[in-house]
């Protein structure tokens, strides 16, 4: 049973920081790829950044710069530390785990319940 939880949503000024955490429990054989979506009221889930097992990584264009993500694939943990909030980014985040818990079954996402980021002074 694979299960994600995510901590460190919360409430913040514009300017301030939060750190979002995800850590993904279940019988993976290989994580290749780990993100953070997030959605907003009316608009739709989009990509913040991902990172795959290399270290490699990408982020959407409003956040490059401001946010870092990172993983530690010995502990199957994803996190997302967010600088120069804006009350635009002010959304539901999702954490997304796309891994492999068979040798039978190609990769699958998964994904967190989310967590509120709001962002307003």
């Known amino acids: 049973q694979v299960q994600l939880v995510e901590s460190g949503g919360g409430m913040v000024q514009p300017g301030g920081s939060l750190r979002l955490s995800c850590a993904a429990s279940g019988r993976f054989i290989s994580i290749p790829n780990m993100g953070w979506y997030r959605q907003a009221p009316g608009k739709q889930r989009e990509l913040v950044a991902g990172i795959i097992s290399d270290g490699s990584t990408n982020y959407g264009i409003s956040v490059k710069g401001r946010f870092t993500i990172s993983r530690d694939n010995a502990k199957n943990t994803v996190t997302l530390q967010m600088n120069s909030l804006r009350p635009e980014d002010t959304a539901v985040y999702y954490c997304?785990?796309?891994?492999?818990?068979?040798?039978?079954?190609?990769?699958?996402?998964?994904w967190g319940q989310g967590t509120q980021v709001t962002v307003s002074s």
């Open positions: 997304n785990v796309n891994g492999r818990v068979s040798l039978f079954r190609a990769a699958s996402d998964y």
